[in-house]
């Protein structure tokens, strides 16, 4: 069974960075697109970004210009760098694919 393995959140003051990644136990993690959404307390999940594995990219608004998303295929491994955080980026963080499913997530605390 394939599964995705988040790492990399913390506590971080706003204007500070973080540099999440989402492991990969399948054989097939290059031909994946990899999802990055979080949830907030009291909301709903939201989604973040994607990476395809052309390594095109998008991004949802909020994180356009802050947020970038990379693959590394050889290490079966995607991050999300996130830059000038913010106190309302502080949520759980997780990935998806479709082979498998949702991680356990990590959580990012942006204080003021």
């Known amino acids: 069974q394939v599964q995705l393995v988040e790492s990399g959140g913390g506590l971080v003051q706003a204007g500070g960075s973080l540099r999440l990644s989402c492991a990969s136990s399948?054989?097939?993690?290059?031909?994946?697109?990899i999802y990055w959404h979080r949830q907030a307390p009291g909301k709903q999940r939201e989604w973040v970004a994607y990476?395809?594995?052309?390594?095109?990219?998008l991004y949802a608004p909020f994180g356009r210009g802050r947020f970038t998303v990379s693959r590394d295929n050889a290490k079966s491994t995607v991050y999300l760098q996130m830059n000038s955080l913010k106190p309302e980026d502080t949520a759980v963080y997780y990935c998806?694919?479709?082979?498998?499913?949702w991680g356990q997530g990590t959580q990012v605390t942006v204080s003021s």
């Open positions: 990476i395809t594995p052309s390594g095109d990219s």
């Open positions: 399948g054989s097939q993690f290059s031909s994946n697109t």
């Open positions: 998806y694919t479709s082979n498998a499913g």
